[in-house]
């Protein structure tokens, strides 16, 4: 059992950055595959990007591609979410996400354990 808690989410101007954070329980983390997702309303929950158990491999959606950027400390049980260059259509809620996949994955199906969510908003 992994449980994910998200942090660092808020209201950001466009251009703006932001580090989210997502704080795993159990001894287990370094097992899991890892991925941040998002939902912004009225739409379907999209992939962002997902990283490997050790942090070799990273995979990014086309539209954070170059903006965005997954790390994880397997030391501190965290993973991370650099946002930088933020745009309007990032604006929804982000979710952490744990996968029995070590190489990561960007189907949402292939995910186990999921966190609540933190908000980011971009304004204009």
């Known amino acids: 059992q992994v449980q994910l808690v998200e942090s660092g989410g808020g209201l950001v101007q466009a251009g703006g950055s932001l580090r989210l954070s997502c704080a795993a329980s159990?001894?287990?983390?370094?097992?899991?595959?890892m991925g941040w997702f998002r939902q912004a309303p009225g739409k379907e929950r999209e992939f962002v990007a997902t990283?490997?158990?050790?942090?070799?491999?990273?995979v990014y959606a086309d539209s954070v591609k170059g903006r965005f950027t997954i790390s994880r400390d397997n030391a501190k049980i965290t993973l991370y979410l650099q946002m930088n260059s933020l745009k309007v259509d990032d604006t929804a809620v982000y979710y952490c996400s744990a996968t029995r996949f070590l190489s990561g994955a960007t189907s949402p199906s292939r995910y186990n354990y999921w966190g609540q969510g933190t908000q980011v908003t971009v304004s204009s």
């Open positions: 990283i490997s158990w050790n942090g070799d491999n990273t």
């Open positions: 159990g001894r287990t983390f370094s097992t899991y595959g």
